[in-house]
């Protein structure tokens, strides 16, 4: 079976942290692009960071700039996501990911993804 799946959420007060973890099943990370996505009450989904598999670069909205990292652990099969400073704006459905030939940075993954996880932050 393929799956992502994500734990991590939650509630949090503006100014906080949270670590987002997304384990892979059925497949392993290495060769693939692998991100974070999140999609917001009445907004479209969008790219938060990623790991491009085509230069190894990590890419990022620049809203989130500074306050989020993506890490692996590959023994576990593991991707994390960090995030610091968060803000009220940050509330969302977060999502992780993983394709092998995304059509770009954030557009056009179409590999596989988590169920989603809620992250709440209040002011």
């Known amino acids: 079976e393929v799956q992502l799946v994500e734990s991590g959420g939650g509630l949090v007060q503006a100014g906080g942290s949270l670590r987002l973890s997304c384990t892979a099943s059925g497949f392993t990370f290495d060769d693939y692009a692998i991100g974070w996505f999140r999609q917001a009450p009445g907004k479209e989904r969008e790219g938060v960071i990623c790991?491009?598999?085509?230069?190894?670069?990590?890419y990022y909205a620049d809203s989130v700039r500074g306050r989020v990292f993506i890490s692996t652990d590959n023994t576990k099969n593991t991707m994390y996501l960090q995030m610091n400073s968060l803000k009220p704006e940050d509330t969302a459905v977060y999502y992780c990911?993983?394709?092998?030939?995304?059509?770009?940075?954030?557009?056009?993954?179409?590999?596989?993804w988590g169920q989603g996880t809620q992250v709440t932050v209040s002011s």
């Open positions: 790991i491009s598999n085509r230069d190894g670069s990590t």
């Open positions: 990911a993983a394709d092998l030939q995304p059509e770009g940075i954030f557009a056009g993954w179409k590999g596989y």
